[in-house]
């Protein structure tokens, strides 16, 4: 029965491998990532639960890792909703309007600042959809979006380590007590913007003496006006509001979200009654759902799919146990459960670090464990499809996953490195 346990897993690890490999290659094979990505989470599974001896078990593991699944989906749901109906509004003109300059580099340091610190109030995922949408009514060369979505994954993801709301994986030490709030923030939040700014100046020098085309003006009458101030200000004030409703309530960001999401429902309805049935149709939350990118939710699905069986299997706990054997160093094992973050979810690799060193081995606000939520919350930048935020910003721009490793992918590891070299560097001059 080991030997067929041993084949199962080798099994599941080639499947994965390959699924990856068709999501990388989605241009070349004419396939769309989110097929690839469906059949690679269900096989790993078949295989899983075909090898068992108690398929009851691997049932209820999987339906339980489905519900952590299920409420990243309904979040990412959600928010790309409330951004459809601010977007349907022209609520990101208001925002436009108010950037005055011409200058793409000045343009790519407000984006990333503005995104670095929305990510830490919000989260990474929801900043990103954001600022994303933002830069489509900015910008309107696509190769232009291509660089600063990048930008914007990094400074979501480098934005959402420092913060205990920003990042889930983040979020998750801070409920298991392996970090304190305000010692995080204090901890992580030099190295974090260090990090992100290397990127920042590198894809500047690319846009150096670059000028905006002149944005098309909508035609809009005041009622419009004031009804997209109305839309952006309840949508962005709702965003806002589902870190907090978690924090009192201590329920899953979806549930906030959800609600947000009900409450805006409301709200435009409440806007266009009295208006034309025709008229008002492009304005419902039912318009809104056909608009989101229905595919990219069910590649993140089989992705999230197949990582939850490589954590049911032991694979990923295996993997970090072995890493732990080699490298017996904190920061080693840190920066490499960092990059590994890229190709599988940071959750269950935080979780596997969860589970493998105890509060005696490392006390709370532990350096090891600070280094775990930088490394974990920005190695994912490195791969489009390595965060949450990446896989968000894919589906808006359809970004192609080759692209992104050969343009963005090097940058990314460039501020993960600057970023590390600052922690480090920190922890010598101020805590030796």
């Known amino acids: 029965m080991y030997f067929y346990s041993i084949m199962a897993t080798a099994i599941i690890i080639i499947i994965f491998i390959v699924g990856y490999l068709a999501i990388a290659f989605e241009h070349n094979l004419h396939v769309n990532k989110a097929a690839s990505a469906l059949i690679t989470g269900v096989l790993c599974w ?76 919000l989260d990474n995922l929801t900043t990103a959809i954001v600022m994303t949408s933002l830069c489509i009514k900015l910008l309107p060369q696509k190769e232009d979006r291509l660089w600063f979505a990048g930008i914007i994954i990094i400074a979501a993801n480098f934005g959402g380590a420092w913060s205990p709301l920003g990042d889930v994986t983040t979020t998750m030490l801070w409920i298991g007590k392996q970090i304190t709030a305000f010692n995080i923030i204090k901890t992580l939040l030099i190295p974090s913007l260090i990090g992100c700014l290397v990127p920042v100046l590198i894809v500047a020098a690319r846009f150096k003496g670059k000028q905006l085309a002149a944005l098309p003006q909508t035609q809009t009458n005041a009622a419009e006006k004031r009804e997209g101030k109305i839309v952006l200000l309840t949508g962005l004030g709702f965003l806002i509001f589902v870190p907090a409703f978690k924090t009192v309530t201590h329920l899953p960001p979806f549930m906030g979200m959800l609600l947000a999401l009900g409450l805006m429902w409301v709200i435009i309805t409440l806007i266009h009654k009295r208006k034309e049935a025709e008229y008002k149709e492009k304005f419902t939350v039912a318009r809104a759902l056909q608009k989101i990118d229905t595919p990219s939710i069910l590649f993140f699905l089989g992705i999230l799919l197949a990582v939850s069986a490589l954590q049911s299997t032991g694979i990923l706990k295996n993997a970090a146990t072995a890493l732990s054997t080699t490298f017996k160093n904190d920061y080693a094992i840190g920066t490499l459960l960092g990059m590994l973050s890229a190709v599988v979810d940071n959750v269950p690799l935080v979780a596997a670090a969860q589970g493998m060193y105890d509060l005696q081995t490392y006390p709370t606000d532990h350096p090891f464990w600070e280094f775990l939520a930088l490394t974990t919350g920005s190695g994912g930048s490195a791969l489009i499809i390595g965060s949450a935020a990446g896989v968000a910003v894919m589906g808006i721009e359809q970004i192609n996953f080759m692209w992104y490793l050969k343009k963005i992918g090097w940058i990314a590891l460039a501020g993960f490195a600057v970023a590390i070299g600052v922690f480090l560097l920190q922890q010598r001059l101020f805590y030796f």
């Open 46 to 121: 078949t295989v899983y639960i075909l090898q068992s001896n108690n398929t009851q078990i691997v049932s209820d593991e999987l339906l339980h890792g489905f519900g952590d699944i299920a409420s990243i989906l309904f979040f990412l749901m959600g928010a790309m909703t409330i951004v459809e109906l601010i977007d349907a509004h022209n609520g990101f003109e208001i925002i436009t309007q108010g950037i005055k300059t011409k200058s793409k580099v000045k343009l790519l340091f407000i984006i990333s600042i503005i995104t670095f610190l929305l990510s830490a109030l």
